[in-house]
């Protein structure tokens, strides 16, 4: 029988270079299974593995490899799989038919077709209907290999065998679930497999990682903590923070499940929250702590922390959306390797990263997600779980807890009111008991007031004027129009001598459109002038007031959700260190006398969060919370694409799996709608260090991870524009600003600024 291969080697012309089929089959085998062993499913995991190339059995593909024309070879282990093993090997089709392009839906789900469906991949009945290259040589290569499944009521039962369910729902959900889980245990096999023979020096340095467990980790920050607490002083806000963290470490010898963390804003809920995690992942026999923020800025100020605590190799920081995920052609498999797999006992992460790959159909996407298993996940700030998706993120939340021995800890100072609305009835467990010194340390922090409407040029008049002041508003645009008229009124005052170096003096703006490293760098400018006593005026998005720690006597918050008031209250006396209470001041924007709209969502919550302080006398007080969320909740669809409806359905069990919806739930479940695309900033010296680097490296991919500091999300509709201007070049698969382009589109003081608005200076080092 004549020699298949999976992947070429490094001589096109010498074959004894290249990877054998039968090599690869087996070796991906083997880790899809020690994979999804995890949860139960090693059998099938092996399975997966072996299948999935069986296509590459064929000389249609050996001409590919040859140089030919693309080849269909996921398709013929779905075929296998189905004749094989009938309803099991319909329900595993999914991901041996995507594990390269992404799992299809079994049918087409909107009827009439959605403005979506011209981007669906051809449905799985049709893939496994279709003519494909002859692949009967791959009976020769595995026909010892195959295995005897368990029949298809086995199906569903991950991490306990004889698990029951209480309705056809939850099961149809778990099955949904399942799929993932096990797609994500081939795809990450299938990926590990194909680095070790392409890029074996990538491989090696994977392999070489010297990781500390849990138990070493945790001494780690014990260790910290101790210190921390002997040079604490002895206040009220100290001593509240030593509760909440022994609370933290005694309930956390409990069963895994799900957990609810609620801590006043400066309470110390980082570390505490770390603390509870790694202490029950030793007491659960877990492996990894994944902590999910909402906002990049936190995800970079909580990723230095545990670092420093724990060692950089520890601890993977992943906000990036270099995912790749369209990259499916054999030729582009080196870019896709270099897709983060979460292999790491520590992981910081955005909500965006985690719930999207959770949901996803996309190989780079999912092969993390096998790795969410037997893990402790921190959702820090809940409260931004989003409401249109709401219903299907805490089903998700449920199946990981019941079904792969996951434990879920919902953090914030906020607690969302989801009392009677988890699917399947979940109860979560607080783990702060003790609250009697919250009152004494947090309650009388900050005084609230109510400005009500006010004037554009009141407020800029007003922010200009304070020596120490945070401002926080709702959108980018309005964030830099503020501060730009502040700049302006402070040097009309002379507290300003140079307007395009106002950091210098103590004038700052932060938002989305500053590269990471640079709202870092502008963060730790902040710190130092605080600590200092100097003058510091801030003009931000709210990407500052969740969880980012700076100190501030006083905050003027533009009227939001009441949770986004209370998280921006949080900067403000933080550490209780004023003789008497902070000062924030709530208020709305007008010009000429007309109050000022925004999009949609926000004018929604800016409604809610007015009703409800009308009804109690037109007093802000953080004991509002409650009734917001309730409003809030009860006013919204909190399944709005039907993704739960579609999914927790009793026809994906009964119709035989034909119909399950990966990838219309994947188009569903964005976080975020409107696209947004990296481009990557060469700012300072290690930007462009970074540049020069990438500019020479064979595979430009595999650094997408330590780009992500310097790259800045720009909307998809804007792109084209940047283009047109000469300001970014494509080096496939990222868009750069160009050298001569940062001196025009990427200013010191705002970060990026749109086509029209450039200057020509040369960025700083």
Request: charged share 25%; hydrophobic share 40%; glycine share 8%.
């Amino acid at each position: 029988m004549p020699e298949y291969y999976a992947h070429t080697g490094s001589d096109l012309d010498d074959v004894s270079t290249w990877q054998t089929l039968s090599e690869h089959a087996n070796e991906v085998a083997r880790r899809a299974e020690a994979f999804a062993e995890k949860f139960g499913m090693g059998v099938w995991g092996r399975t997966l593995g072996l299948l999935h190339d069986a296509g590459k059995a064929s000389a249609g593909f050996r001409r590919r490899l040859e140089g030919g024309k693309p080849v269909d070879h996921s398709t013929a282990g779905a075929k296998v799989a189905v004749d094989r093993y009938g309803v099991c090997g319909q329900f595993m089709a999914y991901a041996l038919c995507g594990h390269h392009g992404g799992m299809p839906n079994g049918k087409i789900w909107s009827n009439p077709p959605s403005s979506n469906s011209k981007l669906l991949r051809t449905p799985l009945k049709d893939r496994l209907g279709g003519e494909i290259e002859s692949y009967g040589a791959f009976f020769e290569l595995v026909k010892a290999e195959l295995i005897v499944l368990p029949d298809a009521a086995q199906l569903g039962a991950p991490m306990r065998p004889g698990r029951t369910f209480e309705s056809t729902a939850r099961k149809a959900f778990s099955m949904f679930v399942l799929e993932h889980f096990l797609y994500s245990s081939l795809v990450d096999g299938d990926y590990l497999d194909t680095e070790r023979f392409m890029t074996p020096e990538a491989s090696e340095a994977r392999e070489a990682r010297e990781l500390a467990n849990m138990e070493e980790l945790l001494a780690k920050l014990e260790s910290h903590m101790a210190d921390l607490m002997e040079k604490a002083g002895d206040t009220s806000v100290n001593r509240a923070r030593r509760s909440v963290y022994e609370d933290c470490l005694a309930t956390a010898v409990q069963p895994s499940g799900l957990y609810t963390m609620t801590v006043p804003t400066g309470g110390g809920k980082t570390l505490s929250s770390m603390a509870f995690g790694l202490r029950h992942a030793v007491e659960q026999g877990m492996e990894r702590v994944i902590v999910a923020i909402p906002y990049t800025s936190i995800v970079e100020q909580t990723a230095a922390t545990l670092k420093a605590i724990f060692g950089a190799e520890n601890v993977v920081e992943h906000h990036s959306n270099y995912d790749f995920r369209d990259l499916d052609d054999e030729e582009k498999a080196k870019q896709r390797l270099a897709i983060q797999n979460w292999d790491a006992p520590i992981v910081v992460t955005t909500n965006v990263q985690l719930f999207e790959s959770l949901f996803s159909n996309k190989p780079g996407k999912s092969r993390k997600v096998h790795n969410m298993a037997r893990s402790v996940v921190i959702l820090d700030e809940a409260q931004t779980l989003p409401d249109k998706l709401l219903r299907p993120s805490l089903a998700m939340l449920e199946e990981l807890a019941a079904g792969y021995g996951s434990s879920i800890v919902l953090c914030t100072a906020t607690q969302p009111a989801l009392e009677g609305l988890w699917p399947f009835g979940a109860e979560p467990r607080e783990i702060v008991q003790r609250r009697d010194s919250f009152d004494e340390a947090f309650g009388e922090r900050v005084a609230y007031e109510s400005l009500g409407t006010i004037e554009h040029a009141d407020l800029v008049e007003c922010i200009a004027a304070h020596h120490e002041v945070l401002c926080v508003v709702g959108t980018r645009g309005l964030a830099r129009a503020v501060y730009d008229d502040v700049v302006a009124r402070a040097a009309e005052r002379g507290d300003l001598s140079d307007v395009k170096r106002a950091f210098d003096e103590g004038y700052f703006h932060l938002s989305a459109f500053m590269i990471p490293a640079h709202r870092s760098a502008m963060l730790e400018r902040i710190r130092k002038r605080l600590d200092r006593k100097e003058r510091c005026v801030v003009v931000s998005t709210q990407l500052v007031e969740a969880g980012v720690d700076v100190d501030f006597p006083e905050v003027y918050r533009e009227l939001a959700g009441l949770d986004s008031v209370v998280q921006a209250a949080g900067r403000c006396n933080r550490e209780g260190r004023l003789p008497g209470a902070g000062t924030v001041r709530v208020f709305e924007l007008s010009i000429d006398g007309e109050r000022q709209k925004t999009e949609t969502w926000l004018e929604k919550m800016k409604g809610i969060a007015r009703d409800v302080i009308r009804e109690n006398g037109g007093k802000v007080e953080e004991g509002l919370i409650p009734a917001f969320f309730k409003t809030r909740y009860d006013s919204e669809c909190l399944d709005t694409k039907g993704i739960f409806q579609k999914t927790a359905t009793r026809d994906l069990i009964f119709d035989r799996f034909e119909t399950m919806p990966f990838e219309q739930c994947a188009l569903d479940y964005r976080i975020i709608e409107d696209d947004s695309v990296p481009v990557f900033v060469p700012w300072g010296a290690e930007g462009r260090a970074l540049l020069k680097e990438l500019l020479a490296s064979k595979n430009p991919a595999g650094m997408a991870m330590r780009l992500q500091r310097f790259s800045v999300g720009v909307p998809v509709w804007s792109v084209e524009g940047y283009k047109q201007a000469d300001a970014v070049e494509e080096l496939e698969p990222f868009l750069i600003l160009k050298e001569d382009g940062c001196r025009s589109f990427y200013r010191e003081d705002v970060g990026l600024v749109a086509v029209g608005e450039e200057v020509l200076e040369l960025l700083s080092c």
